[in-house]
């Protein structure tokens, strides 16, 4: 079946340090792809969204890019703050699914000063 | 900005309680969701509803049942609580004009005794 694989985290890292969290995916067809925040003590919100092979998805100084060859989508950051602290979920879904998305287990990130 | 108020943020409750956790939303979406959050999981979907009195199960509905009886309300309903059903409950909404946006809740955190 459909699934996602995310890196286990907690990814610690510094004020300003590059970030990777890798997401890999099983799909049967065409799946978008989505990444979702969890800051603490607040419900999921989307963060980033590709529809479609070879798309980039950005917002808030983090980017994913959706690669069909390697089922990836992982999201980076150059750059991260101590507020961008949370948990991180990719996801996929289908058109037409009634938006029932597929989570991967999550990651949490936690940067220091 | 959509909202979805989930009614209680904290429970405690007995085995074999039957408990309710009610979830509303205010942007006259068609779809409606219930997933569990568990630590190394991720989310999981329990059931959703994509329209009045439409359900359909999800990945782990045993033990869980739900209504909606008014579109902007959707209630997930634990018949007989049991200590293994202890978790984070996360609902969600979404138009059917638009792929993958979720606007989630805050959770409830359900502990069984």
């Known amino acids: 079946g459909d699934s996602v694989t995310q890196m286990e985290g907690p990814v610690t890292l510094s004020e300003e340090a590059f970030l990777t969290i890798n997401c890999t995916y099983t799909?049967?067809?065409?799946?978008?792809l989505f990444w979702y925040v969890q800051y603490p003590g607040e419900g999921l919100q989307l963060l980033l969204k590709?529809?479609?092979?070879?798309d980039k998805g950005s917002n808030k100084g983090f980017e994913a890019t959706y690669r069909k060859e390697t089922t990836s989508f992982h999201l980076e950051k150059g750059s991260v703050q101590v507020s961008d602290s949370a948990v991180y979920f990719c996801?996929?879904?289908?058109?037409?699914?009634?938006?029932?998305?597929?989570f991967g287990a999550g990651t949490r990130l936690a940067v220091h000063p | 900005d959509v909202k979805v108020t989930q009614s209680s943020r904290y429970l405690v409750k007995r085995t074999g309680e039957k408990v309710f956790l009610e979830c509303v939303q205010d942007?006259?979406?068609?779809?409606m969701f219930w997933y569990r959050q568990d630590p190394g999981l991720g989310l999981r979907l329990i059931y959703f509803?994509?329209?009045?009195?439409?359900?359909e199960k999800g990945d782990i509905p045993e033990g869980y049942s739900v209504s909606r009886e008014k579109k902007e309300r959707f209630s997930l309903i634990l018949e007989s609580a049991s200590t293994n059903q202890t978790s984070m409950y996360l609902c969600?909404?979404?138009?059917?004009?638009?792929?993958?946006?979720?606007?989630f809740g805050e959770g409830s955190r359900l502990t069984v005794l």
């Open positions: 942007m006259d979406h068609e779809n």
């Open positions: 969600a909404s979404s138009s059917s004009s638009t792929t993958g946006e979720l606007f």
């Open positions: 996801a996929l879904g289908f058109s037409g699914g009634y938006n029932k998305l597929i």
């Open positions: 799909a049967t067809g065409y799946p978008s």
């Open positions: 590709a529809t479609k092979a070879d």
């Open positions: 509803s994509y329209d009045v009195k439409m359900k």
